[in-house]
């Protein structure tokens, strides 16, 4: 983000509206709809077989629900949303709003990032406010945020990528889209891999992958401030990691 951009240039907002809008993403999402009612409800689309697709907040809006997405990945979600629609009274529309966040003092109307709140608060209005200078990567780094496209891609589960702590994701709820191969990880399994924090020396570009005693434990991602987010195999983790060039150290 160049400076003078406004928070919310590399965002997408769309209003969900119709009869059956409730409804319809109660089936699809990860999270209870309900959490969105006077809040933000952060939460994921995925595919049947428990994959990542795309992430996003959904606000109640009046007339229905507004959604914000990463814009490099609207048009995808949009098309996924538009194939699970059929006959329901549901339509999905380009909204006029604009976002803004930040972790200064909330300005009326805004509303609490669900994932940590070390990231502050976002709010939709009919303009958006200048970015406040706040060091986002370094903050995605320090509290272990995945960032759509960078750890989340097509491969992840959300639960290796932390969205049970990131209040991403709703047990309790009834079914949605890969519904079962995430209650089954939650449930039935112990997981073996995730993203987690390490300590870095040195650089290496993001996706390099990092090796511990020759063998492949992971990849790298996100840098900031002599620390990275890593995606690791856990049996893996160990004090010789490399990535490249780099000396990586897992945090305890």
């Given at each position: 983000?160049?400076?003078?951009?406004?928070a919310?240039?590399?965002?997408?907002?769309?209003?969900?509206?119709?009869?059956?809008?409730a409804?319809?993403?109660?089936?699809?999402?990860s999270?209870?709809?309900?959490?969105?009612?006077?809040?933000?409800?952060?939460a994921?689309?995925?595919?049947?077989?428990?994959?990542?697709?795309?992430?996003?907040?959904?606000?109640?809006l009046?007339?229905?629900?507004l959604?914000?997405?990463?814009?490099?990945i609207?048009?995808?979600?949009?098309?996924?949303l538009?194939m699970?629609?059929?006959?329901?009274?549901?339509?999905?529309?380009?909204?006029?709003?604009?976002?803004?966040?930040?972790t200064g003092?909330?300005?009326?109307?805004?509303?609490?990032?669900?994932?940590?709140?070390?990231?502050?608060?976002?709010?939709?209005?009919?303009?958006?406010?200048?970015?406040?200078?706040t060091?986002?990567?370094?903050l995605y780094?320090?509290?272990?945020?995945?960032?759509?496209?960078i750890?989340?891609?097509?491969?992840?589960?959300?639960?290796?990528?932390?969205?049970?702590?990131?209040s991403?994701?709703?047990?309790?709820?009834g079914?949605?889209v890969?519904?079962e191969?995430?209650?089954?990880?939650k449930h039935?399994?112990?997981?073996?891999?995730?993203?987690?924090?390490?300590?870095?020396?040195?650089?290496a570009?993001?996706?390099?992958?990092?090796?511990?005693?020759?063998?492949?434990?992971?990849?790298?991602?996100?840098?900031?401030?002599?620390r990275?987010?890593?995606?690791?195999?856990?049996?893996?983790?160990?004090?010789d990691?490399?990535?490249?060039?780099?000396?990586?150290?897992p945090?305890?």
């Open positions: 983000m160049t400076h003078g951009q406004t919310g240039a590399d965002r997408a907002l769309f209003e969900i509206t119709g009869a059956d809008a409804h319809f993403l109660q089936g699809l999402i999270n209870d709809i309900a959490r969105a009612k006077g809040a933000l409800c952060y994921a689309l995925l595919t049947p077989q428990g994959k990542y697709l795309a992430d996003f907040f959904l606000t109640a009046p007339s229905g629900y959604l914000d997405v990463d814009a490099a609207a048009p995808m979600l949009v098309q996924r538009g699970y629609k059929l006959r329901a009274d549901v339509t999905i529309s380009p909204s006029n709003l604009h976002v803004s966040r930040g003092p909330a300005p009326q109307g805004a509303l609490p990032d669900p994932r940590s709140a070390a990231l502050g608060w976002r709010l939709y209005g009919e303009a958006a406010l200048p970015e406040d200078g060091d986002w990567l370094d780094v320090a509290h272990i945020i995945p960032q759509t496209g750890e989340l891609t097509p491969d992840s589960y959300l639960l290796e990528m932390g969205f049970e702590r990131l991403g994701v709703d047990f309790r709820k079914c949605y890969g519904q191969v995430t209650a089954r990880m039935k399994t112990e997981l073996r891999k995730g993203l987690v924090q390490v300590a870095m020396d040195g650089t570009p993001v996706g390099t992958p990092i090796l511990a005693g020759g063998k492949e434990a992971g990849t790298l991602y996100s840098q900031s401030g002599g990275a987010l890593a995606y690791l195999r856990f049996d893996r983790i160990g004090a990691m490399t990535a490249g060039p780099a000396k990586i150290t945090q305890p």
